[in-house]
Nanobody, 122 residues
Framework: EIRLAESGGGSVQAGGSLRLSCAGGPRYMYSVYCMAWFRQAPGKEREEVASLESNGATRYADSVKGRFTISKDNTKRTLYLQMNNLKPEDTATYFC???????????????WGQGTQVTVSA
C-alpha cells in the first residue's frame, strides 16, 4: 500500500501564495506513475486540480491555469503544487494522489494522502 502525506496548507488572504508538498511512496513511483493534486470543498465532489505524467506532461483545471504549477523532485520523492494569486474559491482540502496512469476522476487513483486544508479569505 502506497501512503502519501501532504503538507503546506494554511490560511491566506486572496492574492497570496502557498506551496503544497506531498511526500512518501517508493522512488519508482515518482519516475513512472502519474501524480496529481485534487481538492474537495464542503458539499462538492473531489475534483482534479493538476496532474503530472511520467513523461512530464501536465494538465490543469481551467480554474487554476496560469496560477498553479505542479512539479516533482524524484530524488526527494516529493510532489509539489505552487499556488499563486489564490482566490476564495480555492478554499478546499487538497489531496495528492498517484496511479500508474492518469485518469480524470478521483476514482481512477488508488494512492492518496490524508489531505491538507487551504483557506483563502477575501
Amino acid at each position: 500500500e502506497i501512503r502519501l502525506a501532504e503538507s503546506g496548507g494554511g490560511s491566506v488572504q486572496a492574492g497570496g501564495s502557498l506551496r503544497l508538498s506531498c511526500a512518501g511512496g517508493p522512488r519508482y513511483m515518482y519516475s513512472v506513475y502519474c501524480m496529481a493534486w485534487f481538492r474537495q470543498a464542503p458539499g462538492k465532489e473531489r475534483e482534479e486540480v493538476a496532474s503530472l505524467e511520467s513523461n512530464g506532461a501536465t494538465r490543469y483545471a481551467d480554474s487554476v491555469k496560469g496560477r498553479f504549477t505542479i512539479s516533482k523532485d524524484n530524488t526527494k520523492r516529493t510532489l509539489y503544487l505552487q499556488m499563486n494569486n489564490l482566490k476564495p474559491e480555492d478554499t478546499a482540502t487538497y489531496f495528492c494522489a498517484a496511479e500508474s496512469s492518469c485518469g480524470r476522476r478521483w476514482t481512477d487513483f488508488g494512492a492518496w494522502g490524508q489531505g491538507t486544508q487551504v483557506t483563502v479569505s477575501a
